[in-house]
Nanobody, 120 residues
């Protein structure tokens, strides 16, 4: 069993900031990539940002310069700082992990999502 606990979503005015956090726990032997996806109404889920266990980061072009992803390997947490929020950032944000279990099998897992709404 794997659990992802997300926090930090909410209603924010355009131009504001917020920080999303996610804590992973459970049957995880090795936590590889961690990241955040988002899905706006009527749109496909898209990658926002990801970070490897070594700290290499990837950002969507639409958020580059406004978003910073970080992780704490000791605590199995990942955070997403989003600045200069725009109405088009409104979406459900999902925490994501890619991990190995104790048997050496790799899995992808998503959290239940946290709503971010940006008002204009």
């Amino acid at each position: 069993q794997v659990q992802l606990v997300e926090s930090g979503g909410g209603l924010v005015q355009a131009g504001g900031s917020l920080r999303l956090s996610c804590a992973a726990s459970g049957s995880i032997f090795r936590l590889n990539a961690m990241g955040w996806y988002r899905q706006a109404p009527g749109k496909q889920r898209e990658l926002v940002a990801a970070i490897t266990s070594g700290g290499t980061t990837t950002y969507a072009n639409s958020v580059k310069g406004r978003v910073t992803i970080s992780r704490d390997n000791a605590k199995n947490t990942v955070s997403l700082q989003v600045n200069s929020l725009k109405p088009e950032d409104t979406a459900v944000y999902y925490c994501y992990i890619h991990y190995d279990n104790t048997l050496g099998y790799a899995f992808d897992y998503w959290g239940q999502g946290t709503q971010v709404t940006v008002s204009s």
